[in-house]
């Protein structure tokens, strides 16, 4: 099958001046080296293309693909991990991963959390602030957790997340404002164990990959996985496997968010345990990161047995099934799910 790679280069926009935090989420060479490879080895002809300024030109000069595989984050806006899959989906291109609709409403956190709360998951008491005398007029107890309602990396999550009072809230909030120029998203604060839950599949076909708890060293900024800790992951940050029952009460609180919110064919959602030791919803990455080495879900993969390749095969075979069964399918354009000895199932 050819395929299409679309993601954002980091290299690409820190030449054009932008930060490292402002480029925390786009990729490096070694990722889409790396998925290439896979997706070579799974039987298929990658083919890249680079983000949505390099795909326009491309489109309107008449290039197809049968499937694009897309890990393009965006530049600017809620809807900025959804603008390749709404571009793909005007030339009915499919693509691996969630459809538009799902990826803006899952980087603004805020509306993800209405959504979620709505349906019945768990998940913490919290307001969404769009100035100080928001921040100023926000009614939940202390301890409360404040971090941009829309950004992905632990960005904008350093130590002073954790607020204790007013005037922390009021100055903790003026600050992400300023530099993020989005609402700030305050939720009561989890005090209990924080994991992240790897999915594969889609709908009432999605299962847990596995479950990571992340524990933090003596050395790292306590009580949150702050933008500086996960930066120094090796240092900072170690990832266990969680086997024991609290496995399954997590896993549970994280399908059935993935399975409202209609997530597909892989990613990632983060629970934390309350004070009295039960799993809350804190957010979801349909669009998790794909590095071979330091990415969550790659790191759990690996942890339950599962290679690059194999992960890769694995959100392959989910996104063609998906595909062959999509309900606003062209049947003249349907696709399959092709035999190959790399499928990637355990």
């Not at 490096?28 to 890249?48: K, M, V, W, Y």
Request: glycine letters at 6%; one cysteine or more.
């Amino acid at each position: 099958m050819r395929i299409g790679l679309t993601y954002d280069l980091q290299q690409d926009y820190l030449a054009q001046g932008y930060s490292l935090e402002d480029t925390a989420e786009f990729d490096a060479p070694e990722t889409i080296a790396a998925l290439e490879t896979a997706l070579r080895e799974l039987g298929h002809q990658p083919e890249r293309i680079g983000n949505i300024r390099a795909l326009v030109p491309r489109l309107a000069a008449g290039q197809r693909w049968e499937l694009v595989f897309n890990i393009a984050e965006g530049l600017r806006g809620f809807a900025r991990e959804a603008q390749v899959p709404a571009l793909l989906e005007a030339y009915d291109i499919p693509c691996v991963f969630s459809d538009p609709v799902v990826l803006a409403l899952a980087l603004h956190k805020g509306l993800t959390k209405r959504l979620v709360r709505d349906a019945g998951v768990a998940t913490p008491d919290f307001a969404v602030v769009n100035s100080v005398q928001e921040a100023a007029a926000v009614n939940l107890p202390y301890p409360l957790f404040a971090k941009p309602v829309a950004e992905g990396t632990s960005k904008g999550i350093t130590r002073n997340s954790r607020v204790n009072d007013r005037d922390q809230l009021i100055a903790t909030c003026a600050t992400l404002l300023e530099r993020f120029r989005q609402p700030v998203l305050v939720e009561t604060f989890m005090p209990g164990r924080e994991f992240t839950v790897g999915i594969l599949g889609s709908g009432q076909a999605a299962e847990r990959l596995g479950v990571l708890e992340v524990r933090l060293a003596d050395a790292a900024e306590q009580g949150m996985y702050s933008f500086h800790n996960k930066e120094h992951y090796e240092s900072l940050v170690e990832y266990h496997l969680v086997r024991e029952p609290v496995a399954d009460e997590v896993s549970e609180v994280a399908l059935a968010a993935w399975r409202v919110l209609e997530c597909r064919d892989a990613g990632r959602v983060d629970i934390r345990l309350d004070a009295q030791g039960r799993p809350n919803f804190i957010e979801v990455n349909p669009l998790a990161g794909l590095h071979p080495v330091r990415s969550d879900l790659v790191i759990l993969a690996r942890k339950v047995g599962l290679d690059y390749t194999g992960l890769i095969g694995r959100i392959m075979a989910s996104a063609l099934e998906r595909l062959e069964h999509a309900p606003f399918a062209d049947p003249s354009r349907a696709v399959s799910l092709p035999e190959t000895a790399h499928a990637g199932r355990l």
